[in-house]
């Protein structure tokens, strides 16, 4: 089973029996809850970027990608050596770094804002050149179904249909005040992300047999 944008607008409804034209215009958003929903509880490398980015010495942000969902893991690259910061609280960043103006190398990052990291200490300059380079390993948002044709279909829609149908099917009964469907369909979803994690591990395990093939052949 798989669903299109169209066939899977037409499950809700089904589902909960309603065609009223507010219901059915808030139906993307529904579907949109449950793929921000899916892809925060599941780890699939499917959904990993790794990207690169500067930082001028001096200055203590660094932009994030505009399809960032949540950090993996963040380097700063000085002569080819990598250093891998740590993440933190905001709250720790302004305790350990409370004045900007002291640079050094960055040991220590956070989520400054929805597109903005912090970075502490901020960013000396480096031995070579002006700015920094770092590298970002992360976990991105990819388009939404809701973002295509009714015959669009997405990896969520293809790979994941239970957990998109019953995703969506949560955020309708809550939208209609139905609690006595809530317990089922959260039930189901549950069950379905049991599913997709299990697939994540099974991608790790065949990560991990390619690499070790690769130390060792």
Not at 14 to 27: G, I, K, P, Q
Not at 41 to 61: H, S, W
Not at 107 to 128: E, G, I, K, R
Not at 206 to 215: G, L, V
Request: aromatic share 14%; hydrophobic share 35%; proline share 6%.
């Amino acid at each position: 089973m798989s669903f299109t944008y169209a066939q899977l607008k037409t499950a809700i409804q089904d589902y909960c029996e309603v065609s009223e034209s507010t219901f059915t215009s808030n139906l993307p958003v529904f579907i949109q809850e449950a793929e921000e929903r899916i892809l925060k509880a599941v780890e699939l490398p499917v959904f990993r970027k790794n990207v690169t980015g500067t930082a001028e010495g001096g200055n203590p942000y660094l932009s994030m990608p505009t399809d960032f969902l949540a950090p993996l893991s963040l380097a700063v690259i000085d002569s080819n050596v990598y250093t891998y910061l740590l993440f933190k609280h905001v709250s720790f960043m302004r305790d350990y770094s409370p004045n900007p103006t002291v640079t050094g190398l960055p040991l220590y990052f956070s989520q400054f804002d929805d597109t903005t990291f912090f970075l502490a200490p901020t960013p000396n300059q480096p031995s070579v050149g002006v700015n920094y380079t770092f590298e970002l390993h992360y976990k991105y948002r990819p388009d939404s179904l809701t973002a295509g044709a009714d015959s669009g279909t997405t990896w969520l829609s293809i790979n994941a249909p239970n957990s998109i149908l019953y995703g969506s099917l949560i955020e309708a009964v809550n939208f209609l005040k139905a609690p006595e469907e809530l317990a089922n369909y959260e039930q189901r979803f549950q069950e379905s992300l049991l599913g997709l994690n299990k697939l994540g591990e099974g991608y790790g395990m065949r990560d991990e047999y390619r690499y070790d093939i690769s130390r060792t052949g």
